[in-house]
């Protein structure tokens, strides 16, 4: 009689996934890659932080003053100091006769101005604005300057007091703007009037 025998199967290893080691494995993974992906993520905002900055355009240093500085040389003034000319100085080719009798010089705000007292028979508009180009040519290095015309012809004698000055007629007068700081001094709170250099007026 033959005896039967009982077949031995091998028992397969088997895991519950619900283990607590499968469970432990499974949030260190889970840890491990948000690292991961948070390393990834500060490397790549930081090179296009790079980037951004390699192509941002550079600055670019404002050019230089093309204006032709109005002050003397020999004047004092601020080395970073940049005046502008107002109007050219040339000297017309005609100038009428005239004489100063009386200079000023006045210093306010930063502005040189000269205050003069011109003699001269001439009466027209046109003949003080040649006086008042010849004396923007001759003043060239103050700021501004401001001219009264006056003839003392008909007076027996000036000497430059206040007596003989209430004498002295008044014919018109010139403001002369050199620059914008001269503007300024000169009461032209909105900029020069025009950009000639000069205003000129001829009494009534």
């Known amino acids: 009689m033959r005896t039967a025998h009982a077949r031995v199967i091998p028992k397969i290893g088997y895991h519950n996934p619900l283990s607590p080691e499968r469970g432990e494995t499974a949030l260190y ?9 948070s390393a990834v993520v500060s490397f790549s ?15 670019v240093p404002t050019a ?3 204006f032709e500085t109005a002050r003397a040389p020999d004047a004092a003034k601020a080395p970073d100091e940049v005046e502008l000319k107002i109007g050219n100085f040339r000297t017309p080719k005609r100038v009428p006769d005239y004489e100063i009798l009386e200079e000023r010089v006045e210093e306010r705000d930063g502005a040189r101005a000269v205050r003069l007292l011109i003699d001269t ?11 008042a180009r010849d004396l923007k040519a001759r003043y060239s290095g103050y ?25 002295l007629e008044y014919y018109g007068g010139a403001l002369i ?20 250099g000069y205003y000129v007026k001829a009494a009534d």
Do not use: H, W
Not at 144 to 160: I, Q, R, W
């Open 29 to 37: 993974r889970t840890v491990a890659l948000m690292l991961t992906l």
């Open 45 to 59: 905002v930081g090179c296009a932080g790079e980037q951004v900055r390699a192509l941002r355009a550079p600055e």
């Open 64 to 66: 230089p003053g093309i």
């Open 121 to 131: 028979r001439s009466r027209e508009q046109e003949e003080f604005l040649l006086i």
């Open 143 to 167: 700021d501004a300057a401001s001219v009264e015309f006056t003839d003392t012809e008909d007076v027996l004698f000036y000497n430059g007091d206040a007596a003989t000055k209430d004498l």
């Open 177 to 196: 703007f050199n620059t914008y700081e001269g503007v300024d001094y000169l009461g032209y709170i909105y900029g020069p009037p025009n950009m000639d």
